[in-house]
């Protein structure tokens, strides 16, 4: 017996959460960007080949984009990623932390099967 109220949505670049940001996240990423002065910046976040374990995660301030990038906004602060990233970064979410550990920006990616002791590269 199947459920008439179930839905399928299909992930487009239009509706795709490709990735999400923490608060803590976002207070880092605005802070480096206010600290860029440059109120255009967005933070791009991309998958490039390479790695241990296959793939690395880039991030970089950009203020150019292609009109097939996603483009979504968090709390003032722009979020960009390439169609090709974007499929492999679906559902991801980036954190900032900050403590006796050091600090730095984690990607926690649900379609990762396997990373690297380095938390850089994933497969």
């Not at 600290?35 to 991030?59: H, I, Q, T």
Request: overall charge negative.
């Amino acid at each position: 017996m199947s459920d008439a109220s179930t839905t399928t949505v299909t992930l487009t670049k239009k509706n795709a959460e490709p990735i999400t940001l923490t608060a803590e996240a976002i207070a880092k990423v605005a802070e480096l960007i206010a600290a860029e002065g440059e109120d255009s910046l967005a933070l791009r976040v991309a998958v490039k080949p390479g790695g241990c374990s296959g793939f690395n995660y880039d991030m970089f301030f950009d203020s150019e984009f292609a009109s097939d990038d996603i483009v979504k906004e968090y709390g003032g602060v722009k979020v960009v990623v390439d169609p090709s990233s974007a499929e492999l970064l679906i559902g991801s979410t980036l954190d900032f932390t900050d403590g006796l550990q050091g600090a730095g920006f984690h990607i926690t990616n649900p379609n990762a099967t396997r990373t690297c002791g380095c938390g850089n590269s994933f497969s």
